[in-house]
């Protein structure tokens, strides 16, 4: 069973930092494109970033370039967000999600599996 | 273009059919999935590619795609699906960003 498990939420103050972690289990976690994607309360899901399987490629929403970091150790079947430069809007409950891509003239990118959340909150 | 648009709010009566819908450009270039979220849940995936349900999905779940619109049809609806609906989108710019509409809130009367 594929499971993804968040952790390293919790409150920090405006400019402080947090590192994110989801361990995940039940898939060869080195053969897979990874993500983070939030969502602040009572608003949408908001995309952050995307990690491919070696870490060749790495992507980041506008919003969060030049202040999360995404990276992943295949070793321990881990991904990690480290978030620097907090903001209040920064708040949200943060998902990491694995990549899937399906077709060949036209593809289709997607989310499979999520994991369950974990909160953080920024806020002096 | 980076936006996918979606309705706030959508209702059906129960076992009435209801077509939530999704524009933008990239979706001319990518299909978009589709994620069903309840409340205090995690999203999960209910639609993919042209019309793919992951294992567990009901058959009363179906997406279509025309342009730059996609739909995501419930066919039946029931009262347990009621919940938020979000597609999401691989931006067309080049950029390999990822996109999700703003959600679609679905009433089930």
């Known amino acids: 069973e594929v499971q993804l498990v968040e952790s390293g939420g919790g409150l920090v103050k405006p400019g402080g930092s947090l590192r994110l972690s989801c361990a995940a289990s039940g898939f060869t976690f080195s053969s897979y494109s990874m993500n983070w994607v939030r969502q602040a309360p009572g608003k949408g899901l908001e995309w952050v970033s995307s990690i491919s399987s070696s870490s060749s490629y790495i992507y980041y929403a506008d919003s969060v370039k030049g202040r999360f970091t995404i990276s992943r150790d295949n070793a321990k079947n881990s991904l990690y967000l480290q978030m620097n430069s907090l903001r209040a809007e920064d708040t949200a409950v943060y998902y990491c999600?694995?990549?899937?891509?399906?077709?060949?003239?036209?593809?289709?990118?997607?989310?499979?599996?999520w994991g369950q959340g974990t909160l953080v909150t920024v806020s002096s | 273009s980076s936006e996918l648009t979606q309705d706030p709010a959508v209702s059906v009566a129960l076992g009435q059919t209801v077509r939530i819908t999704c524009q933008g450009d990239?979706?001319?270039?990518?299909?978009a999935s589709w994620y069903q979220q309840k409340p205090g849940q995690a999203p999960v995936l209910v639609i993919y590619g042209k019309n793919n349900r992951p294992s567990g999905i009901p058959d009363r779940f179906s997406g279509s795609s025309s342009g730059n619109t996609a739909s995501l049809t419930i066919t039946g609806a029931q009262a347990e699906d009621e919940a938020d609906y979000y597609c999401?989108?691989?931006?067309?710019?080049?950029?390999?960003?990822?996109?999700f509409g703003g959600g679609t809130k679905l009433t089930v009367l």
């Open positions: 990239s979706l001319r270039s990518y299909y």
């Open positions: 999401n989108s691989r931006d067309s710019s080049g950029n390999h960003l990822r996109v």
């Open positions: 999600a694995r990549d899937r891509v399906f077709g060949v003239v036209i593809k289709a990118y997607y989310f499979d599996y």
